[in-house]
């Protein structure tokens, strides 16, 4: 009798949700708004329940509500509560893409009556064309929200962000690197760079557009001095022992891996995990890297005790070994610092094209002093094949160079005879007037009076004398003309 019972109340509840659902459909206009879809529902399962509570009514008429089974009463309830199951809408077409404009903020607020999952939003960027202005441009998308509930998908085109999203939503995906938490994406300012969003909370999203970007040029001038410089610090002994501690570092880590490795059960198993689990091994060091903060400051004491043990230990290395006295090796380490030099010139800017020209220049610049000091020993000869016309010095500045230079011999000689280097007393042994010598060491002029009279005197003579012969031949020249 119950089971009877049941499917005429089944049947009696199915044709009259169906006339009910097609009724309000055509009055939501297929549920196209959240909202609209919820009061709908809500709307059905109330009608539903007043459906039943009629039926049971007329059912029981004359008999008492306890000799309803529990069985029925549970049928009951079941049908209730699956009844929003078989009355649901067609969702109507969405724009999900949205290309973003510098400047302008974009907000999505979602619905909260909403029984749906949120869906991927997307939000491109259409790049701006390549040029010298904004050879060091970044573009980076922030989002702005009070909560950890959202998911990104990075990608070219909307395309590849939904190939993403549809590729996280697998029951057996385990990707790592589909799915990142970022409140700042940096995107290629010159390519059109998409960014897929799941979240169902509000947020804000705005592009930020840098036209010179200090960091980029700050590559740019590190890698060119770096190249530069690549030999003068393969040489240099503080950069050996800065370069150790580092190194020394990094190896100390990787050895605590290979010394845990040797305590493992299963070599082979261990083996495999270390070849094969790179992937693991780099989503590690990501981790490592952006908490890297977070590390310093609660485990500050262990991160300051590994520095300071290892990076002593990697010292006295290499104070013991000291650097490097083969000429190759030496050479090895300048090509080193050229590589990373020239890595960090290509990443500069965005525009590869340009950078790759950077890269080309920095190269022939620094190599260029072969032609050059070709052409300097063309254009040297040339100068001793044809000189030029030489300027002659005046009697005036010929008098003024003769008195620098005879002043600055002096001061080197007075330095000279005060230090250590000049032995004094077997100097004054040659010497006929050696207090004349102390004196002038001392400051005093090195020549007298009498000797300076003597000598303009003289001077003036000759000066004369030159002069009438000039003068003389100067009118045998105009007779014979």
Known sequence: MSYAWFLQLWYKCRDQAYISFERERQQTATCGNPRQRSRFLFAVVKQQHSILVTFLAKSNAGCSVTMISRKNIACVLLLVCLCPLFCHGVETAKKKVTFLVPGHVVTHTPDEWSIYKPGLLIYCYPGQPPTLVNAFCTVSIRLNCDHENFNQYAGSDPAQVESHWSDDQSLFSFNVFASKKRRQVELEPFNQSCLGIVSSGKYEIEVLLNRFDLWRFGLLALGVLLFSSARSM???????????????????????????????????????????????????????????????????????????????TSFLICYRLGPPKDHRSKQVIQWGLQLIALTLIFFCSYQRTLSTGLVLLVIIGHYIYVPLAALRWVRNRFRRRFPGRRRLLTVEEFEEQGRIETDKALKHLREYCRSPECKQWKTMMKLREPVRFASFVEGSPHVLEDECYEYDNHHSSHSFHDSDELQDYSEEEEENS
């Open 234 to 312: 393969s040489q240099n002994a503080l950069f050996y022992y800065s370069g150790g501690i580092l190194v020394g570092l990094a190896t100390f880590a990787l050895a605590m891996v290979y010394f845990f490795s040797k305590l493992m059960p299963y070599r082979p198993l261990m083996l495999g995990f270390m070849v094969g689990g790179w992937t693991l091994g780099f989503y590690g060091m990501q981790l490592l890297y952006e908490n890297l903060r977070l590390i310093f400051i609660q485990y500050q004491h262990y991160v300051f005790w590994y520095l300071a043990v290892v990076g002593s």
